[in-house]
């Protein structure tokens, strides 16, 4: 009886006790969600950072960088050409004060200063017929048997020789063609004495006029150029 008096002469007590509950909860609550958030603003943890980092590590080239090989002979822009018409191949070995040849027919021998001779022969025409990737069906071509004889005393570097055969007008570069017919580069270095030859073919129409054959030795020879009438 005494707890039922009690009880009834403070009604408010225990309304007022759930209240302080709730109000805690509610402020338990409040809390826990202002510390999510709070961890959502913050740096990220270590896997996130990690994948940050190595998302996309090489930098977008810009638009007039080259995508081409680094090192080795390579031609100018914009197809800029020497002193003697040769087009212009960039070499880390070119020499300030070159070998110089004098330019030849094609059914001639040019003669550097040191003693190599080199020279085009056996020159014939045809039509690619095989077909397969990069073999152009029906192309017209052209090659070149060239020779190379070192007379000089050194030996002779020939293991990038870049070929050129230019026509026109215009001066427009010739395609090279390995494929759908027997063609091989000049390589390797040349004794004293020795021979070697090559051949070059090219993507060249029959009406094609003015040919001019330049072929860039190395660096510390000035290129070779020969001229005149084609088969």
Do not use: W
């Amino acid at each position: 009886m005494g707890n039922r008096t009690t009880a009834g002469a403070h009604p408010g007590h225990n309304l007022r006790k759930y209240r302080g509950v709730l109000v805690g909860i509610t402020a338990l609550l409040l809390a826990g969600c202002s510390g999510n958030s709070t961890d959502a603003v913050q740096a990220p943890g270590p896997a996130a950072s990690a994948q940050a980092l190595t998302a996309d590590p090489r930098p977008t080239p810009e638009p007039d960088e080259s995508s081409g090989p680094v090192g080795g002979p390579a031609f100018e822009p914009e197809n800029a050409q020497s002193a003697d018409g040769a087009p212009a191949v960039l070499r880390s070995d070119a020499a300030a004060n070159p070998v110089l040849v004098e330019p030849s027919s094609f059914d001639g021998e040019a003669v550097y200063e040191d003693g190599v001779v080199a020279a085009t022969s056996n020159i014939r025409r045809g039509t690619v017929d095989e077909e397969g990737i990069g073999v152009v069906a029906g192309a017209e071509y052209i090659v070149f048997t060239v020779s190379v004889r070192n007379g000089s005393s050194d030996t002779l570097d020939l293991t990038a020789v870049v070929p050129t055969l230019t026509y026109g007008e215009d001066r427009v570069s010739a395609a090279p063609l390995y494929r759908g017919v027997e063609a091989f580069d000049l390589t390797g270095k040349l004794e004293p004495g020795a021979v070697t030859e090559a051949e070059y073919a090219f993507q060249l129409p029959a009406g094609a006029t003015d040919p001019v054959l330049y072929i860039d030795l190395n660096g510390s020879h000035a290129p070779l150029v020969f001229s005149g009438d084609l088969p």
